[in-house]
């Protein structure tokens, strides 16, 4: 077999994985429907992309839970379907990406792992908003029936195109003012820079005067 039929074959075989492996993720994503009610229920888009981690699911478990409705009860599950797309475009503040873990313990002594933002994030993003939105709910019955609605995908593709999508619109992002004390330290760190900005450049005049005056003397 000559190399270019070789590489054919390959080129072949890895679209026919891609294939298979795309095709898996939306029969994952499609188990479990049947045993949610979607009767009256709303499917509500989330766009990920440049959204922070903690605001997206703070927003994301309201919907889920269903307190956004004037209807909400405690003990009822009326939380809407929630697809988010885009999850491996999340972002987050500081420097959580190198500095958060998650943890967990395989039960054997010595087994605890661990793993970083930034690797679970190139391993599945998908699992980084669903541990954000499931830590954000109550931790009692109605908390699987609300994991089921949660449909998180990588990119932006997704099997529920036939389906009555609602866009969610992201509220905008309320940025606090600056506190009195720190204003102010703000003001006299700005002061105090162009009080030596201005003496630099009077300590150089002074330099070019005394340099002047031999000169014409």
């Not at 390959?10 to 049947?34: E, T």
């Not at 229920?41 to 478990?61: C, E, M, T, Y």
């Not at 313990?105 to 661990?114: A, F, P, Q, R």
Request: hydrophobic share 35%; charged share 35%; aromatic share 6%.
């Amino acid at each position: 077999m000559s190399t270019a039929a070789a590489a054919q074959s390959f080129n072949g075989n890895l679209k026919a994985s891609s294939l298979f492996f795309r095709i898996s993720l939306f029969i994952k994503a499609l188990a479990g429907i049947r045993r949610i009610d979607l009767e009256g229920l709303k499917w509500r888009v989330f766009d990920a992309k440049g959204q922070v981690l903690g605001r997206l699911a703070s927003h994301i478990s309201t919907v889920v839970q269903g307190k956004d409705k004037p209807t909400y009860t405690p003990n009822r599950e009326e939380g809407d379907m929630c697809i988010i797309i885009n999850a491996k475009d999340v972002c987050v503040t500081g420097r959580k990406m190198t500095d958060k873990f998650y943890r967990w313990h395989t039960g054997y002594i010595g087994h605890l792992k661990e793993r970083s933002l930034k690797d679970q994030m190139a391993k599945d993003p998908t699992e980084v908003i669903r541990k954000a939105v499931l830590r954000m709910l109550p931790r009692n019955k109605l908390r699987d029936d609300r994991d089921r609605k949660l449909r998180i995908f990588a990119d932006s593709e997704h099997p529920f195109g036939d389906r009555p999508l609602e866009p969610y619109d992201m509220p905008p992002r309320q940025v606090r003012e600056m506190r009195p004390r720190a204003r102010r330290a703000m003001i006299r760190a700005q002061k105090k820079a162009e009080q030596q900005e201005q003496g630099t450049t009077n300590t150089r005049k002074g330099k070019k005067r005394e340099e002047m005056e031999p000169e014409s003397a």
